[in-house]
């Protein structure tokens, strides 16, 4: 199953995305780009049904782009977010677009946001945000680990901590793409992952004796 | 009830259009636009019409930017104006989406000129009172510039120019076009426009568009277009400096 992952840094956003495309048994592809580039400083990162995710996360892009066009001004990131979900509220009861998505983006004044939106049009800001069965196992780990202010370094040490999560206990996993996005612009982080054992946790990976 | 279907733009039995005549009028009235294509460059200089003491200039805006490689500059009505570009930049986008492709500076034009062209076989409108001047880099990173009028041809141009004294404008780059370097076409075009229009910043706006890696579409600000008029006000003097010297040593 796909996952999808994002958190704030101090003044950029982290964005976690898997990058196979496979339908039913059988993995595709492992390089595929679910994240689509809106403009200078935003990603949407979308995750479900292949064709409607190509399809949803171009028009929003183009639109994105027009309003740039037309008013000489880019959307701010709360802006599109609504925009986005606006959308999806609409096609939730006509032709429903069934994908889940994360909006990432940096903004002058705000600094880093992150919109987690789902298929029926829901959407909430968030701090840290995970789509897909993923969030079973990494919003806990999150939820313990994450922290406001954290730099890019800490930030790929709590992505390398999520992704060996869930390659040691989640059933289907593959590659993974890493999107770093900042006010001056968006780029791709090489996650290198050792192939080694992981970082022994205690009482995780290692047992602790249970003092009487 | 009204109904609106029928034409406004009929033919006159000598084979006219005369709305589309009249249209062609409009764009005569409008403020005068230059359009210059050099070897990396393209350059655009229109006429800045004299705003009133109260109003706003950045928002009389007559060079638009179409997509993220094409920019017009029109002459005419300037509501038409607005009403064809957004139609323009739809289509750029649109098509973008359908074909993963950024639009060639020929289809825009085509499809501007289809638009224009429609509004003279409809039922109940009439043409568009604009002529544009439409330039941009294709992909393979020709410098192209295109015309187009209210009778809804357009066609390709080393140089041109539309609106207000747009004939004598036009002479004046027929004499002295030449495919040349970035400095030499911004100052041709500039010296063009200049023929026509009182020198001076308050009166002309430039934009120079390059290839994508090369910068893209610039705004010449004030000062740069200050230094371009001084630059040919020194050389016009010393060409007449040596001209009236070699006429006194005959």
């Known amino acids: 199953m796909e996952a999808l992952l994002a958190f704030n840094l101090r003044d950029s956003v982290l964005v976690l995305v898997d990058s196979t495309a496979g339908r039913s048994i059988v993995k595709m592809k492992e390089d595929e780009e679910k994240v689509y580039r809106i403009d200078n400083n935003k990603l949407l990162a979308a995750v479900g049904e292949s064709g409607d995710r190509v399809q949803f996360c171009e028009y929003i892009v183009r639109n994105a782009q027009l309003y740039t066009l037309r008013n000489n001004y880019p959307l701010s990131t709360k802006a599109c977010a609504h925009y986005i979900r606006g959308e999806l509220a609409e096609s939730i009861r006509r032709s429903p677009y069934n994908v889940n998505l994360i909006l990432a983006g940096v903004d002058k004044e705000v600094g880093p946001s992150i919109y987690y939106m789902d298929y029926l049009g829901s959407m909430q800001k968030m701090n840290f945000a995970v789509h897909g069965y993923a969030a079973h196992f990494l919003l806990s780990l999150l939820d313990r680990h994450y922290k406001a202010d954290l730099s890019l370094d800490q930030g790929v040490e709590l992505l390398r901590r999520c992704v060996n999560e869930l390659k040691t206990r989640f059933l289907i996993g593959g590659k993974f793409k890493v999107k770093h996005v900042t006010l001056d612009g968006t780029i791709e982080i090489p996650l290198d992952m050792p192939e080694a054992e992981p970082t022994p946790i205690p009482g995780y990976h290692t047992p602790v004796p249970i003092k009487a | ?250």
């Open chain 2, 1 to 250: 009830m009204a109904k609106y279907d029928r034409a406004i733009t009929v033919f006159s039995p000598d084979g006219h259009l005369f709305q589309v005549e009249y249209a062609l009028e409009a764009v005569r009235k409008g403020s005068t636009a230059v359009g210059v294509r050099g070897k990396d460059i393209l350059v655009l200089a229109v006429e800045r019409k004299s705003t009133a003491k109260l109003q706003e200039p950045r928002t009389v805006r007559k060079i638009v930017k179409l997509d993220e490689h094409i920019v017009a500059a029109f002459a005419g009505l300037t509501a038409d104006a607005r009403v064809l570009i957004n139609k323009a930049r739809i289509e750029a986008q649109s098509y973008r989406l359908t074909l993963e492709d950024p639009v060639t500076v020929e289809y825009i034009t085509k499809y501007i000129a289809q638009v224009q062209q429609r509004y003279t076989q409809s039922g109940g409108v009439r043409p568009f009172g604009i002529s544009t001047l439409i330039v941009g880099f294709d992909v393979d990173g020709t410098p192209r510039l295109f015309q187009t009028d209210p009778s809804g041809t357009f066609s390709e141009w080393k140089a041109n120019a539309t609106g207000r004294n747009s004939k004598t404008v036009r002479e004046y780059l027929e004499k002295n076009y030449e495919d040349a370097g970035a400095e030499q076409t911004v100052q041709l075009a500039v010296k063009a426009l200049m023929e026509v229009v009182e020198s001076g910043t308050r009166n002309v706006e430039v934009a120079v568009m390059r290839r994508p890696k090369e910068g893209g579409l610039k705004f010449l600000s004030d000062e740069e277009v200050d230094a371009v008029i001084k630059k040919i006000e020194e050389e016009k003097a010393a060409e007449e400096a040596a001209a009236s010297s070699s006429k006194s040593q005959k």
